[in-house]
Nanobody, 122 residues
Framework: QVQLVESGGGSVQAGGSLRLSCASS???????MAWFRQAPGKQREGVAA???????IVADSVKGRFTISKGVAKNTLYLQMNSLKPEDSAMYYC??????????????????WGQGTQVTVS
């Protein structure tokens, strides 16, 4: 079973930046990896995803501000968040869609999840 551990969340002022990291306990580069977020009272939503060949998908709400990437240390996923807005405040989760080399369009296919890291923008 894959274990995913997120880090890098925190509190920041609007316009600031944060870099989230997700460390995987196993090799997950051949699967789709993604970041999701969930604010209180709202549904979990996809933020960005990267498939096995490095192709990325970014939600319209964060396009041009957030960048997803894989680390040199193979089992690490990053989310660089710039120009943060208060509406970006949420719990951010790292997830893996095991067996999917291209990213699925539904979160139900993501079968491994981290515990989340809180991002608060004021």
């Amino acid at each position: 079973q894959v274990q995913l551990v997120e880090s890098g969340g925190g509190s920041v002022q609007a316009g600031g930046s944060l870099r989230l990291s997700c460390a995987s306990s196993t090799f997950t580069y051949t699967s789709c990896m993604a970041w999701f977020r969930q604010a209180p009272g709202k549904q979990r939503e996809g933020v960005a995803a990267i498939d096995s060949d490095g192709s990325t998908i970014v939600a319209d709400s964060v396009k041009g501000r957030f960048t997803i990437s894989k680390g040199v240390a193979k089992n690490t996923l990053y989310l660089q968040m710039n120009s943060l807005k208060p509406e970006d405040s949420a719990m951010y989760y790292c997830a893996v869609a095991g067996g999917w080399t291209s990213c699925p369009n539904n979160l139900v296919y993501f079968n491994e999840w981290g515990q989340g890291t809180q991002v608060t923008v004021s």
